[in-house]
């Protein structure tokens, strides 16, 4: 098919899937940034990372995988609803997943970081119900190879991502010299990293981090009140008033 006509094929898809969108079900959440829970807040962190030609080689698997998974498994959903209107859930996903890393054909998978495959999936559910909520952010497309800019994005489990002296040590990949330019405060707990190399060459980590964001509450001591005033802008309860230097008045006095 020529590329107008197999768009307008996956434009059909999707308007039907909104047509019935009243009997698809999905069972994960959409993961957001910013206050993720009640006093907590995440922040990120970009910082450039040095890997060597080896753990460049690596990244580049897992960039390559990643963007497998999320095609394979677009392609599974539209499949999916073209033969009984049914749409696969992220933990059908992840079940096939796991079973096709067994597989002689796609045993390739567990040479990367598994998490940041999983991580694959959650895009992909997260993008479908971005679709199925307000249907003008377009449907899910097909990540291609030959976009400029790479990343994937892994979980920080059981201390599997930790920043030690000037390295970065990532799942799979080992410690990579990174360049911390900015000090993270000892009370930010790393929650995940997504790596990625722009069109230039260069390699960047985003490190994002939740904290406590809760103010303290401090006994007064002292009052102050302030009423506004039409000759001086203000008074306050102990009767004074701001004492303006009224330099233009003196002015046009002389």
Not at 58 to 66: D, E, I, M, Y
Request: aromatic share 14%; net charge positive.
């Amino acid at each position: 098919r020529t590329w107008q006509s197999r768009k307008n094929y996956y434009n059909k898809i999707s308007w039907n899937i909104v047509r019935n969108w009243y009997i698809v079900k999905l069972d994960s959440p959409v993961h957001s940034v910013g206050k993720s829970r009640w006093n907590a807040w995440n922040k990120a962190y970009q910082f450039r990372i040095y890997p060597n030609s080896e753990q460049q080689i690596l990244l580049t698997k897992t960039f390559g995988c990643v963007r497998l998974v999320y095609n394979y498994f677009l392609d599974r959903k539209i499949k999916q609803y073209q033969l009984d209107q049914s749409t696969l859930t992220y933990t059908q996903c992840a079940k096939e997943l796991a079973r096709l890393k067994k597989t002689e054909e796609f045993r390739f998978l567990k040479e990367v970081d598994s998490i940041s495959l999983q991580q694959s999936l959650r895009h992909l559910d997260a993008a479908f119900q971005n679709f199925f909520r307000t249907p003008r952010t377009g449907f899910p497309r097909f990540k291609s190879r030959k976009t400029n800019r790479k990343s994937y994005t892994t979980n920080c489990i059981n201390g599997n991502i930790a920043i030690e002296n000037g390295y970065l040590k990532l799942p799979k990949i080992g410690r990579v010299k990174l360049k911390q330019h900015r000090l993270i405060p000892s009370d930010y707990k790393l929650k995940s990293v997504t790596v990625s190399q722009i069109p230039g060459g260069t390699y960047y980590v985003s490190l994002l981090f939740e904290y406590e964001n809760q103010v303290q509450e401090q006994e007064l001591q002292t009052f102050l009140g302030l009423d506004f005033s039409m000759h001086e802008l203000y008074r306050d309860s102990n009767g004074k008033e701001p004492q303006y230097p009224r330099y233009y008045r003196q002015a046009v006095r002389f």
